[in-house]
């Protein structure tokens, strides 16, 4: 018998049939259609800014916390419903959502991560995610999980709305509501849906304190800022023109006086920016604080 014929035994064995990269790449186009093209759900991810939040040195808390800019995502969510439960304060009713994220559409083309204690808002409710479960494989293959399920309860009232504003404030945000001038994020590359009607604060124009948010920008100061400094592009702020009713500056965390008048103010806001009045010195850390419209 020829040695031709013989069966020798492969170093490595073959690779599996139809599950390489090339299938795993057309299991998340089709996701991605079926998700954002077909079933269209929304959320908004407000992800923690854990550098500009004053984080409890020992317990990692923070009564106030600051968030990065909200991005837009396709998921699919699940109402939990309402359930009622009964503890020695009395009654209590708690709303919870789960949200399954497509890990790779997050990771590889939004650039974003989920993470326990963000919030996300579903229609015109708050949520905190409070677990993370990513327990789907693709193929069965341990390097490859594509699925990422949060659990998430409806924030208490307070935490994410404002409803002891000043009216000048409410004044203020609901002009810059009214133009259109609002933060609502894509980072995504592929062109979606507008959100829905009913995700704000309804056709009649009026603002809904659910649709806002603080954002604070930072900035240590590197050398002597001289008086009269442009300080919005230093701290990283690109929105629309900052107001004296809806912005607050900090220096180390001491909250500084803001006025429309350099005369007036240790700083003050001239042509949609903000300026410093006097020298402001090296090493300062500057916190703008933001309030910001989400239409």
């Known amino acids: 018998m020829s ?3 013989k069966w020798s035994r492969p170093t490595n064995p073959p690779p599996p049939l139809f599950l390489g990269k090339s299938e795993r ?35 990692g808390e923070a009564i106030h916390k600051s968030f990065l800019g909200p991005v837009r995502v ?39 991560y ?36 949060a659990t998430c309860i409806k924030t208490r009232k307070g935490v994410m709305s404002l409803d002891n504003m000043a009216q000048d404030v409410i004044d203020a945000l609901n002009e810059s509501y009214q133009e259109g001038g609002g933060l609502y994020s894509d980072s995504s590359p592929t062109p979606t849906s507008s959100p829905s009607s009913d995700s704000g604060s309804g056709t009649s124009g009026t603002l809904n304190f659910q649709d806002i948010i603080w954002t604070v920008y930072v900035y ?18 690109d929105g629309d023109p900052l107001m004296v009713q809806t912005a607050a500056i900090y220096e180390n ?3 500084q006086i803001l006025t429309a008048s350099p005369l007036t103010g240790d700083y003050y806001v001239a042509g949609g920016d903000v300026f410093n009045t006097y020298t402001v010195p090296e090493g300062t850390r500057l916190y703008l ?6 239409s």
Do not use: C, M, W
């Not at 089709?30 to 939040?53: F, M, W």
């Not at 240590?220 to 702020?237: C, F, I, K, N, Q």
């Open 220 to 237: 240590e100061v590197p050398s002597d800022l001289s008086p009269s400094t442009a300080l919005s592009s230093l701290l990283g702020y």
């Open 74 to 112: 396709h998921a699919l969510v699940e109402f939990e419903g309402i359930q009622t439960t009964t503890s020695h304060y009395g009654l209590d009713k708690d709303y919870k959502i789960t949200v399954n994220f497509h890990k790779r559409r997050l990771a590889e083309d939004q650039d974003l």
């Open 3 to 5: 040695d031709d014929n």
């Open 114 to 149: 989920v993470r326990e204690g963000d919030y996300v808002r579903y229609g015109n409710s708050f949520y905190e995610i409070v677990s993370l479960n990513e327990g789907r494989q693709l193929f069965g293959q341990v390097d490859h999980l594509f699925q990422i399920q």
């Open 25 to 59: 790449d057309l299991v998340k186009q089709v996701n991605d259609e079926l998700i954002e093209r077909v079933i269209g759900q929304q959320i908004l991810y407000l992800p923690v800014s854990r550098e500009r939040t004053n984080f409890h040195p020992l317990y």
């Open 253 to 255: 965390g001491v909250r």
């Open 289 to 294: 604080e933001v309030l910001t419209v989400i």
